[in-house]
């Protein structure tokens, strides 16, 4: 993402680098490869880190603790080949008042032509051993005299990001080149840049550097006089990026809401709501009426709705949805509900022919295997629309099947939205004229990720559970441990409990590190009989899969094995014990929503974590799961131990990739960045 919103002539930061003194074509290819086109890609070249090389630490004081900055001067060198294998060795041994230092790199002969004997070396790295003082493939730079000398050593220098064949001397010195030419040229914002609490860029600078303009944050980027300046500038370049997105965010939102005219899905003065409150057979929480009103001004609004509605797990997301419908229903409209799996669209079906049973609203099925058609031939093309009562369509994506006609559709319900991609959810959008957009999720949403990824949605929450629901206790547990927590499940199953068991895989694929259900199976039929047990995987036939959640629902099978497809969407409230074999294989959020089919009936509910590796990674996971049941801040803990990147895949995520944003640290910065946008907006 360009930092750079406003672009300029060929002329000046859009040139292309071979304009540069000393870049040429063999140059400009090992540039492109870091993705470095212009002189403006050039001058947005993030470091990776800083050195201070202010300061060097004698030879004579490394140690094998932690990475160190040295300098010595070469007193021998030496190439080392083995017979076997074409293997090798080149070692460099440096020296300095204090003592020697050896520099060995594995399998890279061509090391030796880069040193001298009598050349001054730099040298970060950390030792691998004490006697003699060693060290592996530890960076280095050659000092040389000449003007360049001040722009590497005797300051804070930059250590950029290269590929093979770009020294990091001639990076940085040709950096340092373009800055001191085109640091005039860097466009000023339109928006204020000072170190004000409004925009809080650098609210603990130095009061004597003040941020005052983008071309001394990117000066301060490359070549800081302090190490706090480097985040300074690193977080004021994020505030560019942060808000090029929210233009683009807010720009969509309203070109949609200029060309889109609401249809008028307020309801009808609740002639469906009120019948189906009253056999509901619980009151809502103040939180999902707090939403309900949320939604039904949207709904009535003169632009179509396009919200997110965030819950925990059992907040009771889908009571919401179903008055969000009754509310469409009611105003002559239909309503399409999409969900990702199979099995969770055929709960979602039982669940609403069971509250609608009462009301005139036909409810219908459409999966991959199976599709109902309770009222009319309807989802056929050229269906006629005004002969088609409003109905509630569920399904999975066989809904967006082209020449599957939704006839008369006024709301979108989209289940679990980070299962889509943007393209699924508009495609159907599509199939009706603007109709309303409410996408649900039970995983949590970080509100840096929320900001970013659907910064173009109107955001409910629901905050509070529904009374009545049991307390559940996460215990962490080594596969050791084993045969007392089968005790323990025999024990809940004699007390007329019932019980889930997970399993990461289907079959097994590695040689029997990582635990499969159907290995499995037989195992636990041994190790918890009598009680009957049934299995549940994706390569279950649909009448298969619904034969052995019907059993499981019924309490004729007692304990259900299974893959991670029953972590949404499956309502056994005798259920009160869940064993997850394997639980490092799963991600925080995943392993929050399985533990979520548990403790949705009155009394307590345990969740067994089994894990197979004691790695303190693997550790530090789990225990964010034994500490709290609150799924938003699990969320958080889940994206700064694995990033956005592999939490949500750059495909599926829509992301750009920031080379300063930092979505884990940087909600202040993003917030900042959509108020002010927004603030733009209306003055306009």
Request: overall charge positive; hydrophobic content about 40%; some cysteine.
């Amino acid at each position: 993402m360009a930092v750079f919103p406003n672009k300029l002539p060929p002329s000046s930061l859009a040139q292309p680098v071979t304009t540069l003194w000393g870049v040429g074509a063999e140059r400009a290819a090992q540039l492109a490869r870091l993705n470095i086109h212009t002189v403006e890609d050039l001058l947005l070249h993030r470091p990776r880190r800083y050195e201070d090389r202010r300061h060097f630490q004698a030879i004579q004081e490394l140690t094998t603790r932690d990475p160190t900055l040295t300098r010595g001067t070469v007193v021998a060198k030496g190439l080392k080949r083995f017979r076997r294998g074409g293997k090798s060795v080149f070692e460099l041994v440096l020296s300095d008042s204090s003592g020697r230092l050896h520099c060995r790199w594995w399998n890279l002969p061509f090391m030796e032509k880069y040193f001298d004997v009598g050349d001054e070396v730099v040298v970060f790295g950390k030792l691998v051993g004490l006697k003699p003082r060693t060290m592996d493939h530890p960076e280095t730079e050659v000092i040389e005299g000449g003007e360049e000398r001040f722009v590497h050593f005797d300051r804070i220098t930059p250590m950029y990001p290269l590929t093979e064949g770009l020294p990091q001397r001639w990076l940085r010195a040709l950096i340092w080149r373009t800055l001191e030419r085109y640091e005039k040229d860097i466009p000023e914002p339109p928006y204020p840049c000072g170190p004000t609490k409004e925009i809080g860029v650098v609210e603990t600078a130095p009061p004597a550097t003040p941020l005052s303009s983008r071309a001394q944050a990117v000066r301060w980027l490359h070549f800081p006089t302090a190490l706090e300046e480097g985040e300074f500038a690193r977080r004021r370049l994020a505030l560019d990026e942060f808000v090029e997105l929210q233009q683009r965010l807010q720009t969509r939102r309203q070109r949609f809401e200029t060309k889109a005219t609401a249809l008028p899905c307020g309801g009808e003065k609740n002639r469906f709501i009120k019948p189906f409150l009253a056999r509901l057979g619980f009151t809502l929480t103040a939180a999902q009426t707090r939403v309900l009103r949320e939604i039904r001004r949207d709904l009535m609004g003169p632009h179509p709705m396009r919200r997110l509605l965030q819950g925990d797990v059992g907040s009771g997301k889908t009571v919401v949805a179903a008055c969000a419908a009754l509310m469409a229903l009611e105003s002559g409209f239909s309503v399409a509900l999409m969900a990702p799996t199979e099995i969770l669209a055929e709960q979602h079906y039982a669940s609403f022919r069971q509250w609608f049973g009462a009301l005139p609203i036909p409810v219908e099925l459409r999966t991959g295997s199976r599709k109902t058609s309770e009222s009319h031939p309807s989802g056929t093309a050229g269906t006629d629309a005004d002969s088609c009562p409003p109905s509630l369509f569920v399904g999975t994506h066989a809904l967006l099947t082209e020449g599957f006609v939704l006839p008369n559709l006024g709301l979108v319900i989209i289940d679990e939205q980070h299962k889509f991609g943007v393209v699924q959810r508009e495609t159907l959008v599509r199939k009706g004229a603007y109709p309303h957009l409410l996408v649900m999720t039970a995983t949590p949403i970080p509100r840096t990720l929320g900001l970013t990824l659907y910064g173009d949605l109107d955001v409910s929450v629901i905050d509070e559970l529904p009374v009545g629901r049991g307390q559940i206790r996460t215990l962490v547990r080594s596969a050791a441990q084993l045969p007392r927590v089968w005790k323990f499940i025999r024990q809940q199953l004699s007390a007329g409990r019932q019980a889930y068991v997970v399993y990461p895989r289907v079959e097994e694929t590695d040689g029997g590190s990582v635990k499969a259900v159907l290995h499995e199976f037989e195992n636990v039929r041994q190790q918890l009989a009598p009680f009957p047990l049934g299995l549940l995987h994706g390569r279950l036939a649909p009448r298969d899969k619904e034969a052995v959640l019907a059993q499981f629902r019924a309490n004729q099978v007692k304990v259900l094995l299974a893959t991670s497809l029953i972590e949404v969407g499956l309502d056994v409230p005798n259920a009160t014990v869940m064993l997850i074999e394997n639980a490092e294989q799963f991600g925080l959020p995943q392993l929050h929503q399985l533990r979520g089919r548990i403790g949705r009936g009155g009394g307590d509910a345990y969740c067994i974590l089994i894990t197979a590796t004691e790695t303190p990674a693997a550790r530090q996971r789990l225990r964010v799961l034994e500490e709290t049941s609150d799924g938003f801040r699990i969320a958080e803990a889940d994206l700064k131990l694995r990033g956005p990147g592999e939490l949500l895949g750059r495909q599926q995520s829509g992301l750009p990739r920031f080379r300063f944003g930092n979505l884990v640290e940087d909600l202040d910065l993003i917030l900042q960045a959509r108020d002010w946008v927004a603030r733009q907006r209306s003055a306009t």
